[in-house]
């Protein structure tokens, strides 16, 4: 018996990638999840905390927790399905340490986050924070906020987007870091976009925002910081969202007594345009309109940014693509799945070709994301025409579907096969053994030939190592590698 090494085709797994949020929770609450059990306990403790978190549930989890802070319990419902919507919700729960379960099965809020969501219902979402907010004098008044703001912003993605030494210069040692442990870049001197990292760029801004954030926060942790201490402040901060936004009036004081790691945060959320601070000798900070980005929960993100979007783009059926803007930024992210053609000063215009969406999947990004990108910043008036889905033509959003299922038609991986089989038992033998370790893949009765996946070859061998030598046959198999 000999063996060789080559590519077997298999099913191609549906595409995953390493920015995408969960089904049923949103990426904060995931976070939640991979942190030390007495760490978010803390936070269960915390009013401001216990509030944010009820607001990041998804609907049917808020529901259970209500029923069961109020009434002890929640209705079982008589619909198959809704029954299964609320196991997997209350799994959640569990999970996240907001319920508990006894040891009769019977389900039961957690005390301390009781306690601390009840107070923070009482006070209110902006009356909980301990930020002390001011009114501005003349002097230190923050002018142009949003629109420097948003200059912060495009900075982080142009040095994705777009890597220069000038767009390197302009962000953060921190935000490098940040980028390099998440795999979003590559390279120390030489700086390379990852597979990841264009799937970033697709995001919406929702989803951008909390992945950046949510990178931050397991960068603090491998730093050895308390993670509650950070957390807090910055949930403070968001919850003051609601507050609205008066750059022109008001501003919140830079609390001295905070840690460094605090102080930290609040220069990095600076740096993402969350916030705005004029001077540092100033000791107060002022609030953008990012922040709502932060205040949402990024899996219902996806037609509410739709339809509020001020998008730039037409597609028509003709896969010719027109983008009415000037922003460099925009137009390398819309440059990554479609061949730019002309170049104006306030518009270029563009194709969706099979070579451009391949090229856009060879790098990781999917048809889901191109798909939600083009919606996401469709022309309002696209919009208002067709709607936040039909404003990308369905022929389009379905041939971009359909390139991308050309590439799953066949996936190869590495395997071994055997032939050359000495007799016929010796061949049924491997065939048998194969199947019962669930390692075959295929074979042909006729000719003699057998296929094991990669993972399997060694144990193969060594069995065939046994076999023989429990029959007095001193001869091994011949393997050779193609």
């Known amino acids: 018996m000999s063996a060789s090494s080559s590519s077997a085709p298999s099913e191609a797994p549906a595409n995953t990638t390493g920015v995408s949020s969960s089904r049923h929770s949103c990426l904060f609450l995931d976070f939640l999840m991979s942190i030390k059990p007495k760490d978010r306990q803390r936070m269960l403790q915390k009013p401001s905390c216990s509030f944010f978190i009820y607001r990041m549930l998804p609907a049917i989890a808020q529901q259970v927790t209500i029923q069961l802070i109020w009434k002890g319990s929640f209705p079982k419902a008589d619909d198959v399905e809704l029954t299964k919507s609320i196991e997997e919700q209350v799994e959640l729960l569990l999970k996240l340490g907001i319920a508990h379960k006894a040891t009769d099965g019977k389900l039961t809020i957690d005390n301390d986050y009781k306690r601390s969501y009840m107070y923070a219902a009482m006070l209110g979402a902006a009356s909980i924070s301990s930020l002390v907010l001011e009114t501005n004098d003349e002097k230190r008044r923050g002018k142009d906020v949003e629109k420097k703001a948003v200059e912060r912003w495009d900075c982080i993605l142009r040095y994705l987007a777009l890597p220069s030494e000038e767009n390197t210069e302009a962000v953060s040692d921190t935000t ?146 027109y983008a009415y803007t000037s922003s460099l930024l925009q137009l390398a992210i819309i440059a990554l799945f479609t061949e730019m053609t002309y170049r104006f000063t306030d518009m270029s215009v563009g194709m969706i070709t099979r070579e451009s969406v391949r090229g856009a999947l060879q790098h990781g990004i999917t048809a889901a994301q191109i798909i939600s990108f083009l919606r996401a910043n469709a022309h309002p008036q696209c919009v208002a025409t067709s709607g936040p889905v039909n404003c990308l033509p369905i022929t389009v959003a379905d041939q971009i579907r359909l390139w991308e299922d050309e590439r799953r038609r066949m996936d190869l991986k590495d395997a071994y096969i055997y032939s050359h089989f000495e007799s016929d038992d010796e061949y049924h033998g491997v065939v048998r053994y194969a199947q019962e370790r669930g390692i075959l893949l295929w074979a042909n009765p006729q000719q003699k030939l057998v296929i094991v996946n990669e993972e399997g070859h060694e144990a193969v061998r060594q069995w065939y190592k046994r076999s023989k030598g429990a029959s007095g046959d001193s001869g091994g198999p011949s393997t050779s590698s193609a």
């Open 176 to 321: 490098k870091d940040l980028f390099r442990k998440a795999n979003f870049t590559s390279g120390e001197s030489r700086i390379e976009i990852t597979t990841f990292g264009f799937q970033f760029l697709l995001l919406s801004p929702v989803k951008q925002m909390w992945t950046y954030v949510i990178e931050y926060l397991k960068l603090e942790i491998s730093k050895g910081n308390d993670i509650v201490e950070v957390i807090e402040p910055l949930i403070q901060i968001v919850l003051l969202a609601n507050r609205g936004f008066k750059a022109e009036k008001e501003c919140y004081q830079i609390d001295e007594q905070w840690t460094q790691p605090q102080h930290d945060l609040l220069n990095h959320l600076r740096e993402l345009g969350v916030i705005f601070i004029r001077k540092r000798k100033d000791g107060v900070f002022f609030l953008t309109h990012l922040l709502t980005h932060l205040a949402t929960n990024e899996t219902i993100d996806d037609t509410s940014s739709e339809k509020a979007s001020n998008g730039k783009v037409i597609v028509e059926t003709n896969f010719r693509v």
